[in-house]
């Protein structure tokens, strides 16, 4: 069972997802909302995943998938938002974001892009340890 924390503002989307993820099995073990002490102290439990609503995609949003992703480097890091448009898509992702999770939450839909990331991540771990033993 993944350690995930759900970092975000809002507490209602914090419960949510928290509950989508119980359900789905996951163990959460922690959220906070986006403040500094709050992505600090979730850092603290080493999570294998984190799910993080950054707000705004700009400098200061960014700024919060840096601090995730530096804190915990190995950890699978899903961005959840309302509205994802192709620059918050590609700042996301040369930072290290796995997979997306679009609000309103539809848990069928956040289990299955959270399980095809896990498999497509450990398929590529897989594949770059093949090439490390040749």
Request: glycine fraction near 8%; proline fraction near 3%; charged fraction near 20%.
């Amino acid at each position: 069972m993944l350690k995930v924390v759900v970092i975000d503002a809002n507490a209602i989307s914090r419960n949510l997802l928290t509950s989508v993820l119980v359900d789905g099995g996951f163990d959460v073990v922690g959220d906070a909302s986006t403040s500094s002490a709050g992505l600090a102290a979730m850092i603290k439990l080493k999570p294998q995943m984190v799910c993080i609503d950054i707000g705004q995609a700009d400098a200061e949003g960014f700024e919060r998938l840096d601090t995730v992703r530096a804190g915990l480097p190995k950890t699978l890091l899903f961005m959840v938002s309302g509205s994802f448009d192709p620059a918050a898509v590609q700042g996301a992702v040369e930072r290290g974001v796995h997979g997306f999770i679009v609000k309103p939450f539809k848990s069928a839909t956040v289990l299955n892009t959270i399980r095809k990331t896990v498999i497509k991540v450990a398929y590529q771990h897989r594949a770059r340890a093949g090439q490390d033993a040749e």
